[in-house]
């Protein structure tokens, strides 16, 4: 059978903001799309969007909106994913979901590329894009697992507020605008828009992302860690998370401390590790002030590094700073990547 040179392509999602960034990272890799598909909610539909400076309306998502289609991005929030993804199967689709819904599924592989692409052969028929946040640490501690094992991981983020949407972001905008004015915040959405209190977060940090589960941590902080071991294919592996909002547009922050099984290792051999590493950059020179920031990192598709130290009283613990674009490798990128392979492999 010849192999498809072009693939017809549904974003379901498409008016949000990772769904605009998925498109527009299509466009920007020339990704080879016969028919593109953008798909919404029945509120959204009806916008017109850009594609190759060709207009395409954007249509309501429904299970007949899959036939013909050869790969379904979703980017539509949990629900949305639980009940068109399996259409989408049911149509021929490969699914590839940037929500939470099929994440923990033992039958569907959770895939950074650059960690563990092989586990894309196993699908089923959908694929799930890792939390942002994890993408991004995993893509950074993969390579130091594989040269000297990791036997702890304790992770704190300081994450942008596009991790909670173009609305989200809007209302960090209006409440810089009303501190410097002297009026009051109001404050909707964050930490969580479906529950009970609500803080400002302009000139704060809120130390909540998504809803506390029964054992005191956050849905967001439970995410990191059990994706962590699913992704590293190391179920037994201690990880420990505190999620932070802060009031930042763009692009994760981590600090990220890991005890290594290999004793007697320098900040050398970790530098020298990351600097080979595939999507990961080392940006890390103390002696002239040199390490990633949200800033730097904004729509760049890399994971940056910087900051590595020994510490003082472990001599098998690190210290590292690990920060990348939440939107775009914590994302659209990470999901085209997975398409991307799906192609180039043959796993569709």
Known sequence: ?????AYNIAVVGATGAVGQKITQILEQKNFPINELKLLSSKRSAGTKLLFKNKEITVEEATPESFAGVDIALFSAGGSVSKQLAPEAVKHGAVVVDNTSAYRMDNEVPLVVPEVNEEDIKSHKGIIANPNCSTIQMVAALKPIQEAFGISRVIVSTYQAVSGAG???CNELENQTN????NEDMTAELLPVKGDEKHYPIAFNALPQIDVFQENGYTFEEMKMINETKKIMHAPNLPVAATCVRLPLFTSHAESVYIDVEKEGLAVEDIWNVLRDADGVILEDDPSTQTYPTPLSASNKEEVFVGRVRKDLDNNKGFHLWVVSDNLVKGAAWN??????????????
């Open 1 to 5: 059978m010849t192999k498809k040179t």
């Open 166 to 168: 173009n609305e989200a």
């Open 178 to 181: 009303q501190y410097l004015n």
């Open 335 to 348: 999901t085209i990547q997975i398409a991307d392979r799906l192609i180039k492999n043959n796993w569709l």
